[in-house]
């Protein structure tokens, strides 16, 4: 079926249910539809090209319109379409197993697929659980992880979500969760109670040795006997791309391991050369416990997610009998599985890793000459994922009001960027901030195409204020 502009907008209208959207917006609007993808560039239904400034949602790592990705989905599914892994194995899914497992750091060795990433993380707290029970401390249940932080939107990756109103109308979730602070070093001021004002080097080490250390508070304050794990992102998403910073991951793996508490990257974003290695830990030198892993395994291609354990969390589970009792039925699905191993196939030929390393610094430079407008406050992220906060006054850095985050950030700013050419995230969790996260083949035209549209639409916004 085939529908003309306005027979398609009215189906949108009746029948679409859209993700995390208010469709009142869309009353007297014609909803945006997306209709094709080249490059780093995507295209509507009505013909106009916008620069893909978030990866679709940070996905797609090698670009739109990618061939053999498409053909490695085609060939597969002639070959074997769909299988489970229910006491079952199938070759794309063994091979990309082995493939990860040489890619990842440390004896992180073992590879549970999923459909996507809260799946991943839903599948991390389950085996900590397990792990703990069938290890003599049964107590180990509770998840400590950090404010406004986001780990998706299954009754216990909302749990352990730290941003309230996402969590408050599904309530009651999973017990047992806890919350810390996050790594917000323009924020470090206030959340650190006037303790710490990060202004130079050593103040910012300082800063993330507290952060640091208040998971350990976290952990004995529950008591160390009941908690089973921690969920970082090496740079935290929600709030605007908080780094870690500098002796911040190696301070927490120290606690974790004090306290027989396992260690989770949520990598979900992070993995598969977000920040220009492989994994996300691989860029802040630590080894976790268990990485959750989705969207840039296969550039969007197919959907797929992996959590990657260390050998010692499968050890239990070898034993006569033992099962972990946990599945998907599209976990590692045979065409997912080809998908993401010609991705990967694409990271190797055409070295995306060492393309978002070396061009890296000068994304961050380009985006910081926004600096000089009165309404940047600041510009902080790694790789190819940076956040730009927005504040009302740069001296005090005072932020939005509500009123205002409604009016300039979804009333303006959001619609405003789109308009200019520009898809990207508008985004109000924790303080106002623009988050960018392009697709890894961008280089210098792209950066300086979105500094220009950025630029635009902020000296605009700030009039407004």
Same mark, same amino acid.
């Given at each position: 079926m085939s529908?003309?502009?306005d027979?398609?907008?009215?189906a %949108?209208?009746?029948?679409?249910?859209?993700?995390?959207t208010?469709?009142?917006?869309?009353t007297?609007?014609?909803? #945006?539809?997306?209709?094709?993808?080249?490059?780093?560039?995507?295209?509507?239904?009505?013909? *106009?090209r916008?620069?893909?400034?978030l990866?679709?949602?940070?996905?797609?790592?090698?670009?739109?319109? *990618?061939?053999?990705?498409?053909?490695?989905?085609?060939?597969?599914?002639?070959?074997l379409?769909?299988?489970?892994?229910?006491?079952?194995?199938?070759?794309?899914?063994?091979?990309?197993?082995?493939?990860?497992?040489?890619?990842?750091?440390g004896?992180?060795?073992?590879?549970?697929?999923?459909s996507g990433?809260g799946?991943?993380?839903e599948?991390a707290?389950?085996?900590?659980?397990?792990f703990?029970?069938?290890t003599?401390?049964?107590m180990?249940?509770?998840?400590?992880?950090?404010?406004?932080?986001?780990?998706?939107t299954?009754?216990?990756?909302?749990?352990?979500?730290?941003i309230?109103?996402?969590?408050?109308?599904?309530e009651?979730? $999973?017990?047992s969760?806890?919350?810390?602070?996050?790594?917000?070093?323009?924020?470090?001021d206030?959340?650190?109670?006037?303790?710490?004002?990060?202004s130079?080097?050593?103040?910012?080490?300082?800063?993330?040795r507290?952060?640091?250390?208040?998971?350990?508070?976290?952990?004995?304050?529950?008591?160390?006997?009941?908690?089973?794990?921690?969920?970082?992102? #090496? $740079?935290?998403? %929600?709030?605007?791309?908080f780094?870690?910073?500098?002796?911040y991951?190696q *301070?927490? *793996?120290?606690i974790?391991?004090?306290?027989?508490?396992?260690?989770?990257?949520d990598?979900?974003?992070?993995?598969?050369?977000? /920040?220009?290695?492989m994994?996300?830990?691989q860029k802040?030198?630590?080894?976790?416990?268990?990485?959750?892993?989705?969207?840039?395994l296969?550039?969007g291609y197919?959907? /797929?997610?992996?959590?990657l354990t260390?050998?010692?969390?499968?050890?239990?589970?070898?034993a006569?009998?033992a099962?972990?009792?946990h599945?998907?039925?599209?976990?590692?699905?045979?065409?997912?599985?080809?998908?993401? /191993?010609?991705?990967?196939d694409?990271?190797?030929?055409?070295?995306?890793?060492?393309?978002?390393?070396?061009?890296?610094a000068?994304f961050?430079?380009?985006?910081?000459?926004?600096?000089?407008?009165p309404?940047?406050g600041?510009v902080?992220?790694?790789?190819?994922?940076?956040?730009?906060?927005?504040?009302?006054d740069?001296?005090?850095?005072?932020?939005f009001?509500?009123?205002?985050?409604?009016?300039?950030?979804?009333?303006?700013?959001?619609?405003?960027?789109?308009?200019?050419?520009?898809?990207?995230?508008?985004d109000?969790?924790?303080?106002?901030v623009?988050?960018?996260?392009?697709? /890894?083949?961008?280089?210098?035209?792209?950066?300086?195409?979105?500094e220009?549209?950025?630029?635009v639409v902020?000296?605009?916004?700030?009039?407004?204020?």
């Amino acid at each position: 079926m085939s529908l003309d502009y306005d027979a398609m907008q009215q189906a %949108a209208k009746d029948h679409l249910w859209m993700h995390f959207t208010r469709h009142s917006s869309y009353t007297d609007a014609d909803v #945006p539809v997306i209709v094709k993808g080249e490059g780093a560039y995507i295209w509507d239904a009505k013909g *106009r090209r916008y620069l893909d400034g978030l990866a679709g949602l940070f996905v797609n790592q090698v670009g739109h319109g *990618r061939a053999e990705l498409a053909e490695a989905a085609a060939t597969q599914a002639k070959e074997l379409a769909f299988h489970p892994l229910w006491s079952y194995a199938h070759p794309t899914a063994i091979e990309l197993a082995q493939r990860l497992a040489d890619a990842a750091p440390g004896n992180l060795n073992r590879v549970f697929f999923t459909s996507g990433g809260g799946e991943a993380v839903e599948s991390a707290w389950k085996l900590a659980k397990n792990f703990f029970k069938l290890t003599g401390k049964p107590m180990k249940h509770k998840v400590i992880s950090r404010h406004i932080a986001y780990h998706g939107t299954t009754q216990g990756a909302l749990s352990i979500t730290g941003i309230p109103f996402l969590k408050q109308q599904f309530e009651p979730l $999973v017990p047992s969760t806890f919350r810390v602070p996050n790594t917000n070093s323009y924020r470090a001021d206030a959340i650190t109670g006037g303790l710490i004002d990060v202004s130079d080097a050593a103040s910012l080490e300082a800063f993330g040795r507290w952060a640091a250390d208040q998971i350990e508070v976290a952990i004995l304050n529950e008591g160390p006997d009941t908690v089973a794990a921690v969920f970082l992102e #090496p $740079v935290q998403n %929600a709030g605007g791309c908080f780094p870690p910073p500098p002796g911040y991951w190696q *301070r927490v *793996r120290e606690i974790c391991d004090a306290y027989d508490v396992l260690l989770v990257s949520d990598e979900v974003i992070c993995a598969y050369g977000r /920040l220009g290695t492989m994994f996300g830990g691989q860029k802040f030198g630590y080894e976790p416990d268990i990485v959750t892993s989705a969207k840039g395994l296969t550039s969007g291609y197919a959907p /797929l997610g992996a959590m990657l354990t260390s050998d010692r969390l499968m050890e239990p589970f070898l034993a006569d009998g033992a099962m972990f009792a946990h599945g998907y039925t599209f976990g590692g699905h045979p065409v997912s599985a080809a998908v993401a /191993l010609a991705n990967l196939d694409i990271f190797e030929r055409e070295r995306l890793l060492e393309h978002v390393s070396d061009n890296e610094a000068a994304f961050l430079a380009t985006l910081s000459r926004l600096k000089d407008l009165p309404i940047v406050g600041d510009v902080r992220g790694s790789g190819y994922f940076y956040g730009i906060e927005l504040v009302k006054d740069k001296a005090t850095k005072e932020s939005f009001s509500d009123e205002e985050c409604e009016r300039i950030l979804y009333g303006y700013v959001s619609k405003a960027l789109y308009d200019e050419g520009l898809y990207c995230r508008a985004d109000d969790r924790g303080d106002p901030v623009i988050q960018l996260s392009p697709p /890894l083949i961008v280089g210098q035209a792209e950066f300086d195409e979105m500094e220009q549209i950025l630029r635009v639409v902020l000296e605009k916004a700030y009039t407004l204020l």
